[in-house]
């Protein structure tokens, strides 16, 4: 509940004990056990807080009126992420899509697609997954914000022109994910942001094996290879997956995005692990200088 609402445990507890704000049933070991309509209620209840409400004045609303107060807050500008990002987990725990749909478009116009993604997309999704897992929540709901997303960055990267390849001062990366690896909306978040900046971008998407990407890159001649790993290659061979692509790509920047790579202490020269979309965000101007300063000297 801590970490899908961002409300301390200390905090729950007390708003339980004290205002009765939650009923949680327990179990034998008496261990708290949460339902969707506590968490739907404790994310109303942070919104409000969060604006400067007091409990004590929220705990005697209804739960009409602290759900109509929240998704009220959540339309206004303001510089927190929270009451949003509240509204649009309990739109998802109701699997309204089209309420889904108007926040997202909402959040897009005043954001920009790129931090829309970067502030409220993908946090939600974190927040959804360690819920799925706890399992207090079905693979539906998380589904249903993932193809949202899916969509919206599909969409917004069609929209952006596409760089001639004559232009050579235009780095080239090379986006892709390995053989068996399906978690596609990292990769399409970096084919976006980098459209966005005018990079040109093959964009060659999931479950691709190695010889695959090679012979692309051999064509295509990019400076950057860019790929996620979440569940493959197994742990203890993501060195070798990243010496192997070294090897047959070696005129190329090789960025490893995602935990396992994150989690790999012994990646060969070359080879960089991203841990966070931020991260890769950031990078991107410094990998166009480095790539301009080559093509100067040639």
Partial sequence: ??????????????????????????TTTNIRTYDEADLRRLLNVATLCSRGRRISQV????????????????????????????????????????????????AIEELGTEETLLRLGYPLLQRLGVSWKAGSLSL?????????????????????????????DAP???LFLPEGEWQELALLFMNYALRARGRQVLYLGPNLPLADVVAAAKAFKPSVLATV??????????????????????????????????????????????????????????????????????
């Fill in 1 to 26: 509940m801590e970490q899908l609402s961002g409300v301390k445990a200390h905090t729950i507890r007390i708003w339980e004990q004290r205002y009765n704000l939650l009923n949680p049933s327990r």
């Fill in 59 to 106: 705990v005697r609303m209804s739960e009409e009126e602290r759900q109509t107060a929240a998704l009220a807050l959540c339309n206004e500008v303001q510089p927190a992420d929270g009451p949003r990002l509240n509204a649009l987990l309990n739109a998802t725990l109701d699997l309204d899509e089209p309420r889904l749909h108007r926040l997202f478009d909402e």
């Fill in 140 to 168: 539906a709901q998380e589904r249903l914000v993932g193809q949202l997303l899916r969509q919206e960055l599909m969409a917004s990267a069609d929209a952006l022109p596409l760089i001639p390849l004559a232009r050579a």
């Fill in 172 to 174: 080239r990366w090379l």
């Fill in 229 to 298: 790993l979440t569940t493959v290659p197994a742990r203890g061979q993501v060195s070798n997956f990243a010496t192997e692509l070294r090897a047959q790509c070696p005129e190329a920047t090789v960025l490893l995005f995602g935990s396992l790579a994150v989690q790999t202490p012994a990646l060969p020269e070359g080879c960089l692990p991203l841990a966070c979309l931020h991260e890769f965000r950031d990078l991107i101007p410094f990998v166009s200088q480095e790539v301009e300063a080559k093509v100067a000297e040639k």
